[in-house]
């Protein structure tokens, strides 16, 4: 069965600072991936996903995720935090039948 | 409007008693989803549902129903509701017709069982 691993239940960076959630997934075979982000008392909004038409994604907000096969990982970047990006950030992969398999959550604190 | 809706957004209730969450859409989605979010656990699947007259078990259904009464509604019941049910849950569509079968969430219900 699939599984998401996102390493860090909490981060906490600098407001300017570089944001880095990590995930990693199980499958042999490359699923479809998402980014989705939790703000307070919201529900989930999907910031990227990974289609297989490129490697390096981009999504809203000045995220980006790069996927690499090699370390069945598809880690979440944004070069500069800003205080609206505190939030919770979920990754996932789509298995058969369009089931989506969560990772536990990364709840990002922004420091000013 | 937002494209997919729930009800009510907070819920308190008591062990024992019949609960029902309600999902609606206005994006012409054929597949709906129900998820229960707990702290540290990411959302887990409890059921689906890919069109009026299909519905799945998702990987922990047990203690839930479901009820898919037209392509915009999907209702999930507690029959006879426990603490161990307290979370946040949501609702989410989606389209086959589109390559990656993205998942569209709603804005979830919370749910205190007593």
């Known amino acids: 069965a699939q599984s998401v691993t996102q390493l860090g239940s909490h981060v906490s960076v600098s407001e300017g600072a570089l944001v880095l959630l990590r995930c990693n997934y199980s499958s042999s075979v490359p699923p479809y991936l998402f980014w989705y982000v939790q703000y307070p008392n919201q529900g989930l909004q999907l910031l990227l996903k990974y289609t297989s038409a490129a490697t390096l994604v981009k999504g809203i907000n000045g995220f980006e995720a790069e996927f690499k096969k090699s370390e069945t990982s598809f880690h979440l970047t944004k070069p500069s935090a800003h205080m609206s990006d505190a939030a919770e950030y979920f990754c996932a992969a789509r298995s058969a039948g369009n089931k989506l398999t969560f990772g536990g959550g990364t709840r990002v604190l922004v420091k000013p | 409007d937002a494209d997919v809706t729930q009800t009510p957004r907070n819920r308190i209730t008591k062990t024992g008693k019949r609960i029902m969450l309600e999902c609606s859409q206005t994006k012409g989605h054929d597949r709906m989803y129900w998820y229960r979010q707990d702290p540290g656990l990411g959302l887990r699947l409890i059921y689906y549902?890919?069109?009026?007259?299909?519905?799945n078990k998702g990987e922990i259904s047990d203690g839930y129903s479901v009820s898919r009464q037209a392509q915009a509604k999907f209702s999930l019941s507690l029959e006879s509701a426990i603490p161990n049910q307290t979370a946040l849950y949501f609702c989410?569509?989606?389209?086959?017709?589109?390559?990656?079968?993205?998942?569209?969430f709603g804005p979830g219900t919370r749910l205190t069982v007593l």
């Open positions: 549902s890919f069109d009026v007259k299909d519905i």
């Open positions: 989410a569509t989606s389209d086959p017709r589109e390559p990656t079968d993205t998942q569209y």
